[in-house]
C-alpha cells in the first residue's frame, strides 16, 4: 500500500472503512500484456466484462464480441498467482455479466459459482466469511461493520457478480435513476449488486445451522445485498447524498472516477491527481474509485485512504 495520506491508518481499518483504488477492464491488452500484470499491479479491484457464449457453453472474456476471447488472460492462474504471493492485499474481482447468465445453455450462477470454487477455492472471501455464527443477513452483518480489518484477510480475493438482464442492458443502479429520487434508496435495488456467493459444496455453511452451500445471487432478496456501484460523477457532480452506504458500512465502487468534477484523464493523470481523486470519493464515501489507470505504478494503484 502506498501513496495515499491516511494509510497508516487505513490498514488498521475494517474493509468498509477504506477507500481504494481499482482498474476498469483489466483483461484488455492494451491496458496489461498479461493478466499476471493486472495482479502485480497494485490495484484492489480488476473487472473482468464476460459474455456467456450458449453455442460453445463456455464463458467468453470480452470487451464486445460475445463468441470469442479477447483478452490477457491466456495462461492467467489466478490461483498459482495468489500461492505465489500469499500476503497480497485483498483483490477484488468484478465480474460483469455482459449478457446475464444463461441457465438454459447450462451457464447460470450455480455454474458459475462451481467454478469459482474449483479454481479458487479457500482463497475467496466469502459471504460465511463476513455473516460468521452471528448474523443471518449479510445486510445485517454489514450494518454491524462485521468486514474484517482491511491488513487482515490478507491473500484473499473477493469475486462479486454484476449480472444484467437478458438483453444485456443493465438494470436501473439506483433508485435514482428509476424514479428520479435525488436520494440514495431506503434499500438496495434488487437485481443488480450482489456479493458473490463463491459455491462451497461440502464447505463451510452460512452459520450455525445453515445449509453447507452459498448460492451466488439472491436476486429478489436485498437483505443480501452489500456491494452497490455507480458512475461517480453520477454521484458527485449532482451532490447526492452518499452517506447512506458507508452509514450501513455498505461496499460502494465508484466507476469512471476520472469524471467527477473536476475531470482529470481517464488513462494518465499525475500521482498527485490520482491521490486529490481517491481523497475527493473518499470523502463521498466510495469504497473503491475506478478508472483507466493501468499506467501508474503500484504505489499508485495500492493506494489505501480512510472513508469518510
Not at 183 to 194: D, I, K, L, S
Request: hydrophobic share 35%.
Amino acid at each position: 500500500m502506498g501513496g495515499a495520506a491516511g494509510n497508516a491508518h487505513a490498514a488498521s481499518a475494517t474493509f468498509a472503512e477504506t477507500t481504494a483504488i481499482g482498474t476498469h477492464n483489466a483483461y484488455e491488452k492494451d491496458k496489461y500484456t498479461y493478466f499476471a500484470q493486472a495482479l502485480d499491479s497494485g490495484a484492489s479491484l480488476l473487472e473482468l466484462d464476460v459474455y456467456t457464449d450458449s453455442v460453445s457453453k463456455r464463458w467468453r472474456v470480452s470487451h464486445s464480441n460475445p463468441l470469442a476471447n479477447d483478452n490477457n488472460c491466456e495462461y492467467a492462474d489466478i490461483a498459482a498467482w495468489h500461492q505465489l504471493h500469499s500476503d497480497h492485499s485483498p483483490i477484488i474481482f468484478k465480474v460483469e455479466m455482459k449478457n446475464g447468465f444463461d441457465n438454459d445453455a447450462g451457464l447460470g450462477p450455480d455454474e458459475f459459482d462451481t467454478l469459482v470454487s474449483q479454481k479458487l477455492g479457500s482463497s475467496v472471501y466469502k459471504p460465511s466469511n463476513l455473516l460468521g455464527s452471528s448474523y443471518s443477513t449479510l445486510d445485517a452483518a454489514a450494518k454491524t461493520d462485521a468486514w474484517p480489518t482491511r491488513d487482515a484477510p490478507q491473500g484473499q480475493v473477493r469475486p462479486r457478480a454484476d449480472p444484467r438482464d437478458g438483453r444485456g442492458v443493465e438494470p436501473p443502479r439506483h433508485l435514482l435513476d428509476r424514479r428520479g429520487v435525488r436520494r440514495p434508496p431506503a434499500r438496495p435495488v434488487h437485481g443488480r449488486h450482489h456479493l458473490l456467493r463463491a459455491g462451497l459444496p461440502g464447505g463451510a455453511g452460512r452459520g450455525v445451522g445453515r445449509p453447507a452451500r452459498e448460492p451466488l445471487l439472491r436476486r429478489h432478496d436485498p437483505a443480501w445485498f452489500v456491494f452497490f456501484d455507480g458512475d461517480a460523477a453520477t454521484y458527485v457532480n449532482n451532490a447526492y447524498d452518499t452517506s447512506f452506504y458507508s452509514t450501513n458500512h455498505y461496499i460502494l465502487i465508484m466507476t469512471d472516477a476520472c469524471g467527477a468534477s473536476p475531470a482529470i484523464s481517464s488513462t494518465d493523470p499525475t500521482d498527485a491527481e490520482v491521490d486529490a481523486r481517491l481523497s475527493l470519493l473518499a470523502a463521498d464515501h466510495a469504497s473503491v474509485i475506478t478508472s483507466d489507470w493501468s499506467a501508474k505504478s503500484a504505489t499508485v494503484l495500492g493506494s489505501v485512504t480512510t472513508r469518510n
